[in-house]
């Protein structure tokens, strides 16, 4: 009997080593896909990819704000707050980087605001596709980003019943679980409206409250919905663009950052 218990032992002891080894291989394989991900991607400062020295506006410790890439402006002055964390939703940042993201929104409303004539901007995020915030720390699924749509100021209530449409024809209300419109505040925005962990899309109005829409069907949900709700306000399309050729738009991104760092920019500020 004491033999018999002994083989069933090392069998196990057996069996648990090679289920370690299994899994040793595949966290090396996964952080492999990781880091590939991570050189990959083009909103990460430290990536191979990141082609966006030239249209830098401002960088804080936790966040940096640019104007969006050529091919993504179909508004001129188009621009992205970003975490400098690879992180898939402004839900999952620390509240430093929340911060930062807070104050670089209401330093752009004011700047818009001062144009003239005066503009409204739109604050859009699309964090849609999740991973476990462990690996999105290592650089697994996409780098969020805030885009800003600078608008005619008189456009903004038509913004917003606008935006509500397009959150209610989102997805077959026979498939959604959730509620459609979600309201959040001027003050807590996304973070006191969606709990950590789920797909959505969120638009705020200049800082004045806004809408987010929990996403059910995360597969066939399109990624460039914010994009496509913006253009069709204005009755553009996401192929249209604000700049025609890249002389224009590196001409605006040194016309915006001297602007914007002349009296509006908050990292300038506490210098």
Same mark, same amino acid.
Request: proline share 6%; charged share 25%.
């Given at each position: 009997a004491y033999g018999l218990g002994n083989y069933e032992s090392q069998d196990r002891k057996v069996d648990a080593k090679k289920w370690a080894e299994k899994h040793l291989k595949q966290e090396k394989q996964e952080k492999g896909r990781i880091q590939v991900n991570l050189e990959k991607c083009t909103f990460c400062m430290e990536s191979k990819k990141f082609q966006r020295k030239e249209a830098m506006m401002s960088v804080a410790p936790h966040v940096y704000l640019c104007l969006d890439a050529f091919n993504r402006c179909i508004f001129p002055n188009q621009v992205c707050i970003v975490p400098q964390e690879h992180c898939n939703a402004t839900t999952e940042l620390e509240e430093a980087a929340a911060a930062e993201v807070r104050n670089y929104q209401k330093c752009l409303v004011r700047f818009f605001e001062e144009q003239d004539p005066p503009q409204a901007i739109i604050f859009v995020e699309t964090a849609i596709h999740r991973v476990s915030r462990d690996k999105a720390l290592l650089g697994a699924g996409p780098h969020t980003c805030i885009v800003g749509y600078p608008i005619e100021l008189a456009l903004l209530p038509e913004c917003r019943s606008y935006w509500k449409k397009a $959150? =209610?024809? +989102?997805?077959?209300? $026979?498939?959604?679980? /959730?509620?459609?419109?979600?309201?959040?505040? +001027?003050?807590?925005?996304?973070?006191?409206?969606? #709990?950590?962990? $789920? #797909? !959505?899309? /969120?638009? =705020? $109005?200049?800082?004045?409250?806004? !809408? +987010? /829409?929990?996403? =059910? =069907?995360?597969a066939e949900f399109p990624r460039d919905f914010g994009q496509h709700v913006m253009a069709g306000m204005c009755e553009l399309t996401i192929l249209d663009r604000a700049y025609h050729a890249k002389e224009e738009y590196k001409s605006a991104c040194q016309n915006i950052k001297t602007r914007f760092a002349d009296g509006f920019d908050w990292v300038q500020a506490q210098k």
């Open positions: $959150f =209610d024809e +989102a997805e077959n209300e $026979f498939e959604t679980t /959730h509620k459609k419109v979600i309201p959040t505040d +001027a003050k807590g925005g996304v973070r006191a409206a969606v #709990p950590k962990g $789920f #797909p !959505y899309v /969120h638009v =705020d $109005f200049a800082l004045t409250g806004g !809408y +987010a /829409h929990v996403v =059910d =069907d995360v």
